[in-house]
C-alpha cells in the first residue's frame, strides 16, 4: 500500500501513525496544502530518483473535496518508489475523490480512545514512569480529557519525578481549561467584545496558559470551517463528519459571522500565534491581545 489517508484527534498519535509508515526513513519530504497546489503534490510524488531510494510524501491539511478532484489519475497510476500519505481534517464522503480513496487506499482514522487511562498508563511505563490511576484521572480532570495535553504535563512532571500520584499532580500541574475559559472561548469566536474584555482581564490576572486556550478556539474553528464548508443538514453533516447533531447546529450559528477564507485563515493565525508564543520572547498575553484585536 503506498497511499494512505490519516485523520487524528491527537496530534501524538497521527505522528506515531506516521512513524509507523515511515519506518523513521530520512527522506521524506512534507507538503503544507495551504500553501503548495494539487499540482505540486502530484509533481512530486510522480518524481523518479536517479538513486532509487524510497521517498515518503506527508501532505499536511489535505482537503477531500471536489477541488482536488485531479488527484485522481495519480491514485490510479502511483509511482511505486514513493509512498502519499494525506493528512486530512476535511473527509467529504460525499465526493468522488473519497469513493476513489475508499477503493483504492488505506484510510486510518482515529477520532477516540476507548480506554484513555489505560493508553495513558502505557505510555507511562514505556516511558519508565510510574503513575497511580487516581493521578491520571485528575489529569484528564484538568485537561479536558485531553490526550496530548495529558501526555504534555506527564512530561513536564517527570522532569522532576518519575512517581506521579495525585498529591505530585496537584503540585506541579494546573488546571489549564476552566469553565470560564470556553466561555471566554465562545466570546471570542461570537466576537462579542464586552466579555472577551471581563474574560481576557480575569485570563491574564489568573496568569492562565495560553496554549490549552489556542487548542480551544482551533478545535472551535475547525469544525466550523468544516460544516460551512460541506454544507447540507444537520444531520447530513453530522454523519461525515461524524459528531453529534448539536454541535453541527451550533457550528452553523456561529459560523454565520464568517466566510470560509476568514475561517481558514483563523486557523492559520493560531497556528502562527502558537508558533510565537513558543519562539519569540515576547509577552504570551500581548500576543494573545493582537489576535483578538484582530478576529
Request: aromatic letters at 10%; hydrophobic letters at 40%; charged letters at 25%.
Amino acid at each position: 500500500m503506498n497511499i494512505y489517508v490519516v485523520k487524528s484527534f491527537s496530534l501524538r498519535l497521527l505522528y506515531d501513525e506516521i512513524n509507523k509508515i515511515t519506518n523513521d526513513s530520512s527522506n521524506v519530504v512534507r507538503m503544507n496544502m495551504d500553501e503548495c497546489s494539487i499540482i505540486d503534490l502530484i509533481n512530486e510524488c510522480s518524481y523518479y530518483s536517479l538513486i532509487k531510494e524510497h521517498k515518503y510524501v506527508i501532505a499536511n491539511n489535505f482537503k477531500i473535496n471536489k477541488d482536488n478532484l485531479k488527484l485522481e489519475d495519480y491514485i490510479n497510476n502511483p509511482n511505486n518508489d514513493t509512498t502519499l500519505i494525506l493528512i486530512s481534517d476535511l473527509i467529504d464522503k460525499r465526493s468522488t475523490l473519497y469513493k476513489t480513496l475508499s477503493n483504492n487506499v488505506k484510510i486510518i482514522i482515529i477520532d477516540e480512545i476507548k480506554d484513555l487511562n489505560n493508553k495513558i498508563f502505557s505510555y507511562c511505563k514505556s516511558n519508565n514512569i510510574e503513575i497511580e490511576y487516581s493521578a491520571i484521572n485528575k489529569l484528564l480532570e484538568n485537561n479536558i480529557n485531553n490526550y496530548d495535553l495529558v501526555l504534555n504535563e506527564i512530561d513536564k512532571i517527570n522532569i522532576i519525578t518519575n512517581k506521579i500520584n495525585i498529591d505530585v499532580v496537584n503540585k506541579y500541574s494546573l488546571k489549564l481549561v476552566s469553565e470560564d475559559n470556553f466561555e471566554f472561548c465562545d466570546a471570542v469566536i461570537r466576537k462579542d467584545y464586552q466579555k472577551i474584555n471581563l474574560y481576557l482581564n480575569e485570563f491574564i490576572t489568573l496568569k492562565q496558559d495560553v496554549s490549552p486556550f489556542i487548542g480551544l478556539l482551533a478545535t472551535q474553528y475547525r469544525i466550523m470551517y468544516a460544516v460551512k464548508h460541506l454544507q447540507g443538514s444537520n444531520e447530513e453533516i453530522s454523519k461525515l463528519l461524524e459528531v453529534h447533531p448539536y454541535r453541527v447546529k451550533l457550528a452553523k450559528d456561529k459560523g454565520i459571522l464568517y466566510t470560509l477564507d476568514e475561517l481558514q485563515k483563523k486557523l492559520l493565525d493560531l497556528t502562527e500565534l502558537d508558533y510565537n508564543i513558543k519562539t519569540l520572547n515576547v509577552d504570551k498575553y500581548l500576543l494573545l491581545k493582537i489576535f483578538i484585536i484582530n478576529i
